[in-house]
C-alpha cells in the first residue's frame, strides 16, 4: 500500500523569507501524480501544485514550486517570498493507477507559521 | 459560479442517531468522494463514486453508507455503527476517476457527537 510521509509537524519562516517542506512516499508504481494541497484556517482545501511522475521537470506555480526526486521518493515544497497569506496547513498526497485509482492518500500535514 | 456545497455546516447528534451530509456539485463531475479528517491527522477516503449510481468503499467505510442517485449529489449517511463520528468531512469532486484528474473540495461539514 503507498503511504505519505511529512516528518515536520510544523514549520514557520519570516515574511517574505523561502522555506522549504518536506514529503516522503512510498510506492511500487512507476506512473502516479503528488500534490501539495493548503488549508488555511477556513478548512478549504486548494491545490497548490501537482507533479506527474513522468515528467522530470520540477512543477512551478508562481511563489510555489517543487523538488521532486523520483528515485527517492520526495517531493518537497518550496514557498518563496512568503506571505502572511501562506499560514496554512499544508498536505502532500499522492495519487496512482493501483488499488482505489483516482483517490488521494494523504500526509498527516505541515503546519506553517509566518512571522511579520 | 461551478463549484462544491455542503451541508449543514456544522452538525450536532445525539449518540445513536443516524445523520446525513450533504454534498452537491454544478461541475458535471463524473467522479465523487467523501473525506473524514481528525486532528492531527491527514484526510482518509471513506467512500468514493466514479459514476452515477456506483460507489465504493474507501479505507475508512465502516459505519458510513452512501447514495448517487443522481451526478450532482453524493449525501453520506453517518450511522450509528459508527464508533467515533465526531469529525470533520470533506466532500471533493473531479471531472473523472483517473488520476489525472484534479479533485475539487467543498467546504466542509463540522459533526459533533453529544
Known amino acids: 500500500a503507498q503511504t505519505v510521509t511529512q516528518s515536520q509537524p510544523e514549520m514557520s519562516v519570516q515574511e517574505a523569507e523561502t522555506v522549504t517542506l518536506s514529503c516522503t512516499y512510498d510506492?511500487?508504481?512507476?506512473?502516479?501524480?503528488l500534490f501539495w494541497y493548503k488549508q488555511p484556517p477556513s478548512r478549504q482545501m486548494i491545490l497548490v501544485i501537482r507533479?506527474?511522475?513522468?515528467?522530470?521537470q520540477n512543477a512551478t506555480e508562481n511563489r510555489f514550486s517543487v523538488n521532486f526526486q523520483k528515485a527517492a521518493k520526495s517531493f518537497s515544497l518550496k514557498i518563496s517570498d512568503s506571505q502572511l497569506g501562506d499560514a496554512a496547513m499544508y498536505f502532500c498526497?499522492?495519487?496512482?493507477?493501483?488499488?482505489?485509482?483516482?483517490?488521494?492518500?494523504f500526509g498527516k500535514g505541515t503546519k506553517l507559521s509566518v512571522k511579520p | 459560479d461551478g463549484g462544491i456545497t455542503q451541508s449543514p455546516k456544522y452538525l450536532f447528534r445525539k449518540e445513536g442517531q443516524n445523520v446525513t451530509l450533504s454534498c452537491e456539485q454544478n461541475?458535471?463531475?463524473?467522479?465523487m468522494y467523501w473525506y473524514r479528517q481528525d486532528p492531527g491527522q491527514g484526510l482518509r477516503l471513506i467512500y468514493y463514486?466514479?459514476?452515477?449510481?456506483?460507489?465504493q468503499k474507501g479505507d475508512i467505510a465502516e459505519g458510513y453508507s452512501v447514495s448517487r442517485e443522481k451526478k450532482e449529489s453524493f449525501p453520506l449517511t453517518v450511522t450509528s455503527a459508527q464508533k467515533n463520528p465526531t469529525a470533520f468531512y470533506l466532500c471533493?469532486?473531479?471531472?473523472?476517476?483517473?488520476?489525472?484528474?484534479?479533485?475539487?473540495f467543498g467546504p466542509g461539514t463540522r459533526l459533533t457527537v453529544l
Open positions: 471533493a469532486s473531479s471531472k473523472g476517476g483517473s488520476i489525472r484528474y484534479e479533485q475539487f
Open positions: 510506492t511500487s508504481e512507476s506512473d502516479y501524480y
Open positions: 507533479q506527474e511522475a513522468y515528467k522530470q
Open positions: 498526497a499522492y495519487s496512482g493507477y493501483g488499488g482505489s485509482q483516482g483517490n488521494l492518500i
Open positions: 461541475l458535471n463531475h463524473d467522479a
Open positions: 463514486s466514479q459514476i452515477v449510481n456506483d460507489f
